[in-house]
């Protein structure tokens, strides 16, 4: 079903809108479920959820890698079915594995995307340039990437994603597998591009980067979203502070046992009470102020706790409140029967196939 946006490309002030977009494989798989999302240019937005959820599904369907079976798309104004080259030549694409080719240099590789993208030759040697430096990359332009870092290819992967000076970016895990400096390198350069404008959508198995980089995420399950906020917001959604105990010997006995004090304790009048590896969590309002009543209360109970925290909720609590999973962080290996691993033979689209209108439908 397509349906025309009420906005031109010209004067629509929204990245991405998505209206009850279904996606049914032909096996009868259903991956995407009637979502309902809006995003206005400029913002950095955030799509998580646990693994198989559908997320690669949807964003396929957003970049015309896949055809939605039902509801639309407009992506910078442009529909998704019948405007898709439009659509491609004003986002930026980048996937989960790398596509640069190690056998050109680093200045080589995006004068290869400036060609598949079509920047005018005229314009071609200052966007180089003006890209190594922003992913500080000039050093080692003349290089081969074959001897990079892992952190040193992603960062030549955005710089090839950004030739066209794209609208809008996708960003799909754009830091698994990295060592938590270079994540951390990259995401100056995520902010440096959000801030020059640039919309960005990304995908992430890392709470604390959609944390530290995202106004807003939409939590997916089973093909559905089942939350969207700002991460403040979906926080504040877990019910207060999170309460974490840690029960010497820590049996699993031993943690069923403290769990069920906690509950009939009447210490915390509403919360969330599960066991973790070393003790108990509780989320509540009252965590700080009612704490030690739950000690005294686990004491007398013949149980010694050895360790006593309390911290503001993460984004990992948000999911475990959303979903009744913390099963999140999305294995970077392809998985046999994955929803999201089914939707393309190739995880990594090559940027001719976004500028050249050469994917199959």
């Not at 309902?36 to 693994?51: T, V």
């Not at 799909?172 to 902010?191: Q, S, V």
Request: glycine letters at 8%.
């Amino acid at each position: 079903m397509v349906t025309e946006s009420t906005e031109t490309p010209t004067t629509c002030t929204t990245a991405i809108t998505a209206s009850n977009v279904e996606l049914t494989y032909a096996d009868g798989t259903h991956a995407v479920r009637g979502i309902d999302l809006e995003i206005p240019r400029g913002e950095c937005f955030g799509f998580l959820g646990p693994n198989g959820a559908g997320k690669t599904s949807a964003i396929k369907t957003f970049v015309t890698l896949l055809e939605p079976t039902g509801g639309s798309v407009t992506v910078n104004g442009y529909d998704v079915v019948t405007d898709s080259r439009a659509v491609r030549s004003s986002i930026g694409y980048m996937a989960q594995e790398t596509s640069i080719d190690t056998e050109l240099t680093a200045r080589e590789n995006i004068q290869f995307a400036c060609e598949m993208y079509g920047v005018p030759r005229s314009k071609r040697a200052e966007r180089i340039d003006d890209l190594l430096a922003l992913v500080d990359l000039v050093d080692v332009a003349d290089k081969q990437p074959s001897d990079f870092s892992g952190g040193m290819k992603k960062r030549l992967d955005i710089a090839t994603a950004l030739v066209h000076e794209p609208q809008l970016v996708f960003l799909d895990e754009p830091t698994t597998g990295l060592d938590p400096r270079a994540r951390n390198r990259l995401w100056e350069y995520f902010r440096a591009i959000n801030r020059q404008g640039t919309t960005l959508f990304l995908t992430t198995q890392y709470l604390a980067e959609a944390d530290e980089l995202c106004d807003r995420l939409s939590v997916i399950q089973d093909g559905k979203l089942v939350a969207t906020d700002s991460p403040d917001a979906l926080k504040s959604q877990v019910g207060g502070d999170i309460l974490e105990l840690t029960i010497e010997g820590s049996t699993a006995d031993h943690r069923a046992h403290a769990q069920r004090v906690a509950r009939e304790s009447g210490v915390f009048a509403d919360c969330t009470i599960e066991t973790t590896d070393e003790g108990i969590a509780i989320a509540s309002e009252h965590a700080r102020r009612e704490g030690t009543d739950l000690l005294v209360a686990l004491r007398d109970a013949g149980l010694t706790v050895t360790g006593f925290d309390v911290r503001s909720p993460t984004l990992d609590d948000v999911f475990l409140a959303i979903t009744g999973t913390r099963d999140v962080p999305v294995n970077s290996q392809t998985q046999s029967g994955n929803i999201d691993e089914r939707s393309s033979g190739n995880s990594r689209a090559q940027p001719e196939a976004l500028a050249q209108d050469e994917v199959d439908r």
